[in-house]
């Protein structure tokens, strides 16, 4: 199937351009320093970029953006009663398992643990919980074929809505229990990528995005925040960044060209880096886009731990 | 301006919390959806007209403080 991508002419502009996102994310600066949202706002928070968040949101179709308010009220339960009677955790290895396994029947693709740190909130947010259940759900890989269209957005909203399900019920279950427990998803508050990737979940990619070992790119994070006391996991070593060099496909078929092959210095740390004055335009066209997260290899159904063992083995014989 | 969790997420609150924000988040979500059938059938207009012509849509010009 032969892919018709929206041109990069963009039908729209603005008059006086916002402070680049690339300064507001702290491209170049050496210094450790928190994160400052830009975009994504959840139409809450007023953001440099804000404008053009709400003009996407407006020009998204009626069905999508419904699905959106229908998320936030669910999220409404994100936090809650707490049970007046606190459980004791004497093995928190196990009680991990059992998080673990309950995240799984509640509808996860996969469950990490980490300690909650100060990298996972913006710059002038705090950090309220000691813990980190992230979970990744899986987006229907032949519905995402159709990026840039009405009906991968539609796919993605449904990805977000089961990942809400999942969080919201799994801190009711951990409230039960008398801990404290609060869950994230498509919110303005919490930085998933950091927590996905200390807890095990994957590595970061060169567009930007988790590379999972089972999903590829094509999922969604959510979190649940708690003081439940549970045993962590540890970053993996997938292989990500062995292909990633290597590899140019999100770097040629990024429209924009915003995704660079070498990694650059944000806010203290060398790491893959997508430049957001490119992307977020065409994002905002593309009615979400997600180009690179599809054409990614690892994001193909079945691949992830073949291609993940396949890089690893190879870096041992060099 | 506080976030979408600062304004509706309640740690252990009581009934009358609870009832107070579902009102408040409900006309938040009722006041988005009239915006997308308001002011979005707007945007939207002049965006399509301006895919039309040729001639890019000015952002500020449709979507104002």
Redesign the interface.
């Given at each position: 199937m032969k892919k018709v991508f929206p041109s990069t002419d963009l039908p729209f502009a603005y008059r006086d351009i916002p402070l680049s996102g690339n300064i507001i994310n702290g491209l170049g600066k050496t210094e450790k320093v928190g994160a400052t949202q830009v975009f994504h706002g959840s139409g809450a928070r007023e953001l440099e970029w804000g404008k053009l968040e709400l003009f996407f949101a407006l020009i998204n179709p009626f069905k999508v953006y419904c699905l959106n308010l229908y998320n936030r009220w669910m999220l409404r339960n994100a936090d809650g009663p707490i049970a007046n009677k606190q459980e004791i955790i004497d093995d928190t290895h196990s009680m991990a398992r059992n998080i673990k396994s309950l995240a799984k029947e509640l509808g996860a693709g996969s469950v990490g643990v980490t300690p909650m740190t100060k990298d996972a909130v913006y710059k002038d947010g705090k950090v309220n919980y000691k813990n980190a259940i992230v979970i990744l759900y899986p987006m229907d890989h032949d519905e995402m074929q159709y990026v840039t269209t009405d009906r991968a957005g539609t796919e993605t909203m449904r990805a977000y809505m089961e990942i809400s399900k999942t969080v919201i019920k799994l801190s009711e279950k951990i409230r039960q229990m008398g801990w404290r427990a609060r869950a994230y998803c498509e919110g303005a508050d919490l930085l998933h990528i950091p927590l996905a990737i200390n807890a095990g979940l994957g590595e970061l990619g060169k567009h930007g995005s988790l590379i999972s070992r089972e999903f590829g790119s094509s999922m969604r994070i959510a979190t649940v925040l708690t003081d439940l006391p549970l045993s962590y996991d540890k970053p993996s070593d997938i292989g990500v960044d062995d292909l990633c060099i290597g590899c140019r496909r999100c770097t040629l078929d990024c429209p924009v060209e915003a995704i660079s092959d070498q990694k650059q210095v944000v806010r203290g740390e060398k790491k893959w880096y997508v430049d957001f004055d490119k992307c977020a335009p065409y994002f905002t066209e593309a009615v979400g886009c997600g180009i690179c997260i599809e054409v990614c290899p690892w994001t193909k159904p079945g691949r992830g731990f073949s291609l993940s063992e396949k890089l690893l083995s190879k870096r041992d014989k060099r | 301006?506080?976030?979408?969790?600062?304004?509706?997420?309640?740690?252990?609150?009581t009934r009358l919390q609870?009832i107070k924000?579902?009102l408040l988040?409900?006309l938040w979500?009722l006041k988005?959806?009239l915006?997308?059938l308001g002011?979005?059938v707007l945007?939207?207009m002049a965006?399509k007209d301006?895919?039309k012509k040729?001639r890019?849509?000015?952002?500020?010009?449709?979507?104002q403080d």
């Open positions: - | 301006m506080q976030s979408f969790e600062e304004q509706f997420y309640l740690e252990n609150p609870i924000r579902d988040l409900f979500l988005r959806a915006m997308w002011k979005g945007v939207r965006y301006a895919k040729g890019p849509l000015i952002i500020e010009e449709i979507i």
